[in-house]
C-alpha cells in the first residue's frame, strides 16, 4: 500500500461559501440529506424519503433562500449528486461543484464527521419523538462552540450567539443587565404627573378649538389616563397632550382661543374684500389703458394731406418758371391720395 498522505482543505474566507453534502441511513428507518458550512461548521439536516437529484435540489433551493447561493459544493459521487439535473441546476447558479475520489470518504471528511456525530446523539434519544429530537440536536451543534474555530457556528454564520435555557439560568447576563439598567434609569426620572379627579386641559385633534377642558377619571399607566370631557365622552391621553388648570384659566384659555378664531375670520373677510377692490382697480385701470391705447393709435395712424406737407416743407403751390420759349405754369395736383385707399383716374384740369 502507498503511504497516506496528509493534505488539508483551505479554510473559507467567508461563512457559506463551501458546504458539504453527504446521505446518511438508512438509520432507524430514516434517511438523512446532511449540509455542513465548511468556515462555521453550521449543520442542516433533511429526513427525505429517497435519495434523488430533485429531492438534493429541493432542499438546497430552501437554504439558498435563506443563507444565499455559496461559490463551492463538495460531495461524494453519488447519483444524485452527479446527474445530469444536478449539473444543470448547479450550472444556472454559478456553482463549483467538487467531487471526491471513489472510495475515498476522508476527502468529504466535514460531512463524514456530521453524520457519525448525528447518529451518535440519535441513539442517546430514542423515546423522544422525531420532531422534537432533531431540533434539539441541531440547536445544540449551532450553540456548542467549535474546537477548531473556538466559537459556536452560529456566531460564526449570524454574528450573535443564540438564546437558549442556559441564559435564562444565568443570573448576569447581559439582557438581564441592560434590562435593569432600565428600569434603575426610568425610577430615577422625575416626570409629570396628574391626580385623579383634576381639571386639565386636553389636547384636541378635532374640530374646533386645540384645546378642550376635562377631568381626569383613571390612569391607566405610567404616562396615559383616560379623561371626561364636557359631553361625558371618555378619551385616551398621554401626559404629554394635558395641561394643568384651573378653572378660571381654562375659562380664559376657551375665550382665547375663540378670539384667535374670530380674528381669522375676520382676516379673511378683509383679505376678501382687498382682493374685490384689487380687481375692480385692475379692471377700470385696464379699460383706461385700452382707451388710450387706440387714441395714440389713431394719431399715429392720421397722415397730412398733401397742402399740408406742402405747406411744411415750404413748396409754393402755384409757381412760375420763365425760359426763353416763354412761361410755364406749375399747378400742383391738388387730389387726395391716401396709403389707405385707391387713388382715382379724375384729375383737375
Not at 444556472?92 to 476522508?106: E, S
Not at 438564546?163 to 434590562?179: E, S, V
Request: charged share 25%.
Amino acid at each position: 500500500m502507498p503511504p497516506k498522505t496528509s493534505c488539508e482543505w483551505i479554510t473559507p474566507s467567508k461563512p457559506w461559501s463551501r458546504i458539504n453534502v453527504d446521505f446518511a441511513g438508512p438509520f432507524q428507518n430514516k434517511t438523512f440529506l446532511i449540509v455542513v458550512d465548511a468556515y462555521s461548521r453550521w449543520p442542516e439536516v433533511f429526513i427525505v424519503n429517497n435519495m434523488t437529484s430533485g429531492t438534493v435540489i429541493r432542499h438546497l433551493r430552501n437554504m439558498f433562500a435563506t443563507h444565499g447561493l455559496c461559490e463551492t459544493l463538495v460531495s461524494d459521487n453519488g447519483t444524485a449528486f452527479v446527474s445530469t439535473e444536478m449539473k444543470i441546476f448547479l450550472e444556472a447558479n454559478k456553482i463549483k461543484h467538487v467531487t471526491t475520489a471513489p472510495y475515498h470518504p476522508t476527502t468529504n471528511g466535514l460531512a463524514e464527521r456530521m453524520v457519525q456525530t448525528i447518529k451518535d446523539k440519535l441513539r442517546k434519544m430514542d423515546d423522544i419523538p422525531w420532531d422534537i429530537k432533531l431540533p434539539n440536536i441541531l440547536l445544540g451543534l449551532r450553540v456548542t462552540p467549535c474546537t477548531a474555530t473556538k466559537k459556536s457556528p452560529a456566531e460564526l454564520l449570524m454574528n450573535r450567539r443564540l438564546r437558549t435555557l442556559l441564559d435564562t439560568l444565568h443570573p448576569d447576563n447581559h439582557q438581564q443587565r441592560k434590562r435593569t439598567q432600565q428600569i434603575i434609569s426610568n425610577a430615577q426620572k422625575i416626570n409629570r404627573e396628574s391626580e385623579t379627579g383634576q381639571n386639565v386641559m386636553y389636547r384636541n385633534y378635532g374640530n374646533g378649538p386645540r384645546w378642550l377642558p376635562g377631568t381626569i377619571v383613571n390612569r391607566n399607566g405610567p404616562s396615559s389616563y383616560e379623561i371626561t370631557t364636557e359631553d361625558g365622552s371618555l378619551i385616551n391621553r398621554h401626559i404629554d397632550q394635558l395641561i394643568n388648570r384651573r378653572q378660571s384659566e381654562m375659562s380664559a384659555i376657551t375665550r382665547r382661543e375663540d378670539e384667535e378664531m374670530s380674528k381669522k375670520e375676520d382676516i379673511a373677510d378683509n383679505s376678501e374684500i382687498m382682493d374685490n377692490n384689487l380687481a375692480e382697480e385692475i379692471t377700470g385701470y385696464n379699460l383706461e389703458k385700452d382707451k388710450t391705447d387706440n387714441e395714440v393709435r389713431e394719431e399715429i395712424i392720421e397722415i397730412p394731406s398733401q397742402e399740408k406737407w406742402a405747406e411744411m416743407l415750404g413748396i409754393p403751390t402755384n409757381m412760375e418758371v420763365t425760359y426763353s420759349g416763354g412761361k410755364i405754369r406749375n399747378k400742383m395736383n391738388v387730389h387726395s391720395k391716401s396709403p389707405y385707399e385707391r387713388p382715382s383716374n379724375n384729375f383737375i384740369a
